[in-house]
C-alpha cells in the first residue's frame, strides 16, 4: 500500500487537529467507528463520495500504525 502520510493531515483549523483524511474534515477516528459499528467499505464511500478505498486503508494502517507505538505506563 501506498504511504499513508500522504493522504492524511494533521491541521489544528480542522476538526481541533485530529487526524483527518487530507482535503476533507472526515477524521480517522469518524472512518473507524464507522467500520466498527458495522458499515461497510462500499457503504462508507457511497455515503462519503469524496473519499477512496485507499483512504479506508489509509485510516486503518494510521490506526494500527498507532496502535504499535502506545506503551502502558504502570502507574
Given at each position: 500500500?501506498?504511504?499513508?502520510?500522504?493522504?492524511?493531515?494533521?491541521?489544528?483549523?480542522?476538526?481541533?487537529?485530529?487526524?483527518?483524511?487530507?482535503?476533507?474534515?472526515?477524521?480517522?477516528?469518524?472512518?473507524?467507528?464507522?467500520?466498527?459499528?458495522?458499515?461497510?467499505?462500499?457503504?462508507?464511500?457511497?455515503?462519503?463520495?469524496?473519499?477512496?478505498?485507499?483512504?479506508?486503508?489509509?485510516?486503518?494502517?494510521?490506526?494500527?500504525?498507532?496502535?504499535?507505538?502506545?506503551r502502558i505506563?504502570?502507574?
Amino acid at each position: 500500500m501506498k504511504e499513508f502520510s500522504s493522504l492524511i493531515s494533521i491541521n489544528p483549523e480542522i476538526r481541533f487537529g485530529k487526524p483527518c483524511i487530507t482535503g476533507t474534515r472526515i477524521t480517522i477516528s469518524d472512518i473507524l467507528q464507522w467500520l466498527a459499528s458495522g458499515m461497510s467499505h462500499a457503504q462508507i464511500l457511497e455515503d462519503y463520495p469524496s473519499l477512496k478505498e485507499e483512504h479506508i486503508l489509509a485510516a486503518l494502517a494510521f490506526a494500527a500504525n498507532r496502535e504499535s507505538i502506545i506503551r502502558i505506563i504502570a502507574a
